[in-house]
C-alpha cells in the first residue's frame, strides 16, 4: 500500500495543481491506489452539486468524494473504457467531459488551467496503454513467426541431407511429418 508521504510527492512532482476543497479526498488515496499506480495528473471539480477529486494513473481515472463527517462516492474507470475526453475553458473556470461506454460525466468548475493537462494525461496515458498492447502482440507474433522459421530451416536441413544421400526419402518423408506436427 502506497502511504501517504508517497503520494503526497508525487502530487508536488506534477507541479501546481487543483486541488480545492479535497485535502479529505486526497488522505483517502493511499486506501485506494495500487502500488503500481503513479498519479499522472490530478484535478478537482464539481460534479453532482458536491467537490470531487478526478485523479488520472496508467490504469485508470478514479473519481472521489469523502462526505463531510462520514461516507465515500468512489467512481473510476478503466482507461480501456473510455470513449472520448474533452475540454472546455470559460474565462475563470473550466470543464472535463469524459465518454465512457454509453454514458457521460461532465466534471465543472475546475480551475481552466488544469483542464487541457488533465486531458493530455489521460489521452497519453490512453495511447501509452495502446502501444503497450501493440507491442505484447507483436512481441507474440514474432515469437510465433520464430517456431515457424524453426520449422522452415529445419526442413531446408532435411531436404539438403536428402540430396546429399544422408537420409532415404521415406526417412525424410517421416521428419518431415514429425515436424509438422510438432
Request: proline fraction near 1%.
Amino acid at each position: 500500500m502506497k502511504t501517504l508521504e508517497a503520494i503526497q510527492a508525487e502530487i508536488k512532482a506534477l507541479g501546481d495543481v487543483d486541488l480545492f476543497g479535497t485535502k479529505k479526498e486526497v488522505n483517502c488515496l493511499p486506501e485506494i491506489m495500487k502500488d503500481s499506480e503513479h498519479i499522472l495528473y490530478l484535478t478537482s471539480g464539481l460534479m453532482d452539486g458536491t467537490t470531487w477529486l478526478i485523479v488520472c494513473t496508467e490504469e485508470r481515472i478514479i473519481l472521489l468524494d469523502k462526505g463531510m463527517f462520514f461516507g465515500m462516492k468512489q467512481t473510476e474507470m478503466s482507461l480501456d473504457k473510455i470513449n472520448s475526453i474533452s475540454y472546455n475553458k470559460g474565462l475563470l473556470l473550466g470543464s472535463i467531459e469524459i465518454w465512457h461506454g454509453g454514458a457521460r460525466m461532465i466534471i465543472e468548475n475546475c480551475t481552466k488551467e488544469s483542464v487541457k493537462p488533465f486531458v493530455d494525461a489521460v489521452n497519453n496515458a490512453i495511447e501509452n496503454r495502446k502501444t503497450r498492447s501493440s507491442e505484447a502482440n507483436v512481441q507474440k507474433a514474432v515469437q510465433n513467426g520464430s517456431s515457424t522459421i524453426d520449422i522452415a530451416d529445419q526442413l531446408e536441413r532435411l531436404i539438403s541431407m536428402v540430396e546429399k544421400g544422408f537420409l532415404s526419402q521415406e526417412e525424410f518423408e517421416t521428419q518431415k511429418q514429425k515436424l509438422l506436427n510438432s
